[in-house]
């Protein structure tokens, strides 16, 4: 049982990595109204349906230092966000949420408008932006719903990767 | 599931959040290159290698296939050869793009015999930045510096933002803090370059602060001024590089003054080779006059 834990956490590892270096390719990914898709937000949120709190935490915050990593900002913003974001999605999916595509698509949604709202917050509304609405309707919300069509792939891919590396005795 | 096992978990998060609370402070406090710099290190050769992959795929899209047979009959003769011949292609290709890229620079460096130029190509694109920052791979091991002009054959693109030892981060002229001096090169007049959110996203610059009674049309083209201003970059771009074309004049919304709308003669979107300016004559200057004012991002 350990042993499935280990290899479905390096499937996710490598999966996670890849889908970062994926985001960042320049001109890999056509930009619709000025948005490109953050491909790690339905990555984390498609996992949490299949893991428990605590590794879908982690999840989240591997995905989020890469980002934090990759943006400059200060580390452990959006680390801090990503990981709260996958253990409640998790804790949600448990006692709440069917898991089906349905669900996936809708809570990545959630946690990408979530996460997209606070970077409004922190980096136009606060400083007085005078375009904040602007860059609200015209860039974050399209970025928004670009990611969330990631999640139908991606939940296939990670329900694949949780039903097939898992021992018998956890499913 | 249990309610004993949520509060667990609970526990763990909680602890997670102070654990990046105290990253966030310490980073915020000292400096994350230390960090973003060992990840960059690991990251930068995979992120070179998928750019190239990517171009690649791009352009042998349209190639038409030969077929199935005469392939495979190729591939059993060459396929050895092949290993070895391609080993030495790709030093090859690098060198020859690395001397093309030079050659349209060799004009720029005959104008300016002071300016130092390394060459660079674009890896990354952060899909999370707002005013679309790119990555490089060239670093602090290369030569190259923090607020390091950066420019295409075509003009200027930006400036380089943070350095790790192998790679660099450059914001480009679309980004809101992007304010510099510029000067029309006809009428001699000088403003200040800026962006807005919505002109980034029509693709045009701003020139600032033109007189009432300014000569500036459309057409004229406009160039780095190379003169400190109060706000923003100072003297960190040297003179006399290509910022773009006028496209209109109109009244600023906000006083008096006139602004004209600049077409970038750079693609601030999809840039690919690109030079860094490691020093010229007077940076040193600038570096002062930059931190003086306030500094950049």
């Known amino acids: ?171 | 599931m249990k309610k004993g096992s949520h509060k667990k978990s609970l526990g763990k998060l909680l602890m997670v959040c102070v654990l990046m609370g105290c990253l966030m402070l310490s980073t915020a406090a000292f400096s994350s290159s230390g960090f973003g710099g060992a990840v960059n290190l690991l990251l930068m050769p995979m992120q070179r290698v998928s750019a190239a992959l990517s171009e690649q795929i791009t352009a042998n899209a349209e190639e038409t296939a030969t077929s199935k047979e005469d392939l495979l009959s190729e591939n059993e003769g060459l396929k050895a050869q092949v290993n070895d011949l391609n080993r030495q292609l790709i030093n090859y290709d690098t060198l020859k793009r690395e001397n093309e890229e030079y050659k349209k620079y060799l004009g720029l460096k005959e104008e300016n015999q002071d300016y130092q130029l390394l060459a660079a190509e674009v890896i990354a694109k952060d899909p999370d930045d707002l005013y679309g920052s790119i990555t490089i791979d060239q670093g602090s091991r290369d030569g190259v510096s923090k607020n390091d002009p950066v420019i295409t054959d075509a003009g200027l693109l930006g400036w380089v933002s943070e350095v790790f030892p192998t790679s660099s981060r450059v914001t480009t002229l679309f980004h809101a803090d992007a304010k510099f001096g510029a000067r029309d090169s006809q009428t001699q007049e000088t403003g200040i370059m800026s962006c807005t959110v919505q002109s980034a996203d029509e693709g045009y610059l701003r020139m600032n602060y033109l007189d009432s009674t300014t000569k500036v049309q459309e057409g004229d083209l406009v160039v780095t001024s190379g003169l400190a201003v109060e706000s923003g970059f100072g003297g960190l771009f040297p003179r006399n590089l290509t910022v773009g074309t006028v496209k209109s004049v109109s009244r600023s919304e906000s006083d008096a003054s006139l602004y004209a709308l600049v077409q970038p003669a750079v693609d601030l979107k999809n840039p690919k080779d690109v030079m860094v300016i490691t020093n010229f004559a007077g940076k040193s200057a600038a570096d002062q006059n930059t931190a003086s004012s306030g500094g950049n991002s």
Not at chain 1, 129 to 134: A, F, L, M, Q, R
């Open chain 1, 1 to 171: 049982m350990r042993r499935a834990g280990v290899l479905r956490g390096m499937a996710y590892g490598a999966e996670f990595l890849l889908l970062y270096l994926l985001q960042q390719v320049p001109g890999l990914f056509p930009e619709i109204s000025h948005s490109l898709p953050v491909l790690l937000i339905p990555a984390v949120v498609t996992v949490a349906f299949f893991e428990k709190e605590v590794p879908a935490m982690v999840c989240g915050l591997f995905c989020g230092l890469l980002m934090d990593f990759g943006s400059g900002s200060f580390l452990g913003v959006k680390a801090l966000e990503i990981a709260i974001g996958g253990y409640c999605v998790s804790f949600l999916a448990s006692e709440f949420l069917k898991t089906n595509l349905l669900s996936a698509v809708v809570s990545t949604l959630a946690l990408g408008g979530i996460l997209s709202f606070l970077q409004w917050i922190f980096t136009a509304f606060f400083p007085g932006s005078s375009e904040s609405g602007y860059l609200l309707l015209y860039h974050l919300l399209p970025r928004t719903l670009y990611t969330a069509v990631f999640a139908v792939p991606l939940y296939y891919l990670n329900r694949f990767l949780a039903t097939r590396l898992r021992a018998p005795a956890d499913t």
